[in-house]
């Protein structure tokens, strides 16, 4: 059972951050049930080796994790395992993060918050410096694939205080964006942005 008094902030719209150590693990909350979460990893000893979504896939044979999967680097080698998902298990490893370009192209006049300025905030705010920026796992993102090739932009399917939990594999950094996209119904039809939660144990 989740310890509600431990519970760390994902910021509506923001990032953050935190290092792990091998073997502890890793439990991110959809608090409201619509919210997706960027996710990233990065082996704390080497920022430029990080949790690589492209990687994955080609171990895996398949474009989602599963529990019981493990999750690759870079370099090939396995930063986390997927040990537990109370979700339906709909997440994405496809669509890069948002970015002021993307939303630009939608039609946004100035700035917007963004999940690729959220992660590298998110560092700075722990002492570090981002040196490469992966493609996330995002997490509780619908992204279905039809006909095999069609990306379509869904709602999430799941329901407050769904999670997904991690086993770290090595002692790693990981980071977080509760993903400020208000101008497609990925965060819900509504497409009211929420915060989210983390626990590290």
Same mark, same amino acid.
């Given at each position: 059972m989740t310890n509600l008094q431990n519970l760390q902030l994902i910021p509506a719209r923001k990032g953050s951050a935190a290092r792990m150590k091998a073997g502890q693990t890793l439990q991110v909350i959809n608090t409201h049930g619509s919210q997706v979460v960027d996710f990233w990893a990065f082996n704390e000893a080497d920022l430029g080796e990080c949790m690589s979504m492209e990687h994955t896939r080609g171990m895996l044979c398949r474009i989602t994790p599963l529990v019981g999967d493990k999750l690759?680097?870079?370099?090939?080698?396995?930063? =986390?395992? !997927?040990?537990?998902?109370?979700?339906? @298990? %709909?997440?994405?490893?496809?669509?890069?993060?948002?970015?002021?370009?993307?939303?630009?192209?939608?039609?946004?006049?100035?700035?917007?918050?963004?999940?690729?300025?959220?992660?590298?905030?998110?560092?700075?705010?722990?002492?570090?410096?981002?040196?490469?920026?992966?493609?996330?796992?995002? =997490?509780? !993102?619908?992204?279905?694939?039809?006909? @095999? %090739?069609e990306l379509s932009f869904e709602a999430p399917l799941g329901k407050s205080g769904d999670s997904v939990s991690f086993r770290a594999e090595m002692d790693c950094v990981v980071a977080f964006s509760a993903c400020p996209q208000d101008m497609l119904p990925i965060n819900g039809a509504d497409c009211i942005i929420h915060d989210a939660h983390y626990l590290i144990m």
């Open positions: 690759y680097t870079n370099k090939r080698r396995v930063i =986390l395992s !997927m040990i537990e998902d109370t979700s339906p @298990g %709909i997440h994405d490893t496809l669509i890069a993060s948002c970015d002021r370009y993307r939303y630009e192209q939608l039609g946004a006049k100035g700035f917007h918050d963004n999940c690729t300025d959220n992660l590298g905030h998110a560092l700075s705010a722990i002492g570090l410096q981002r040196i490469v920026h992966p493609a996330p796992f995002n =997490l509780f !993102m619908n992204i279905p694939v039809k006909n @095999g %090739i």
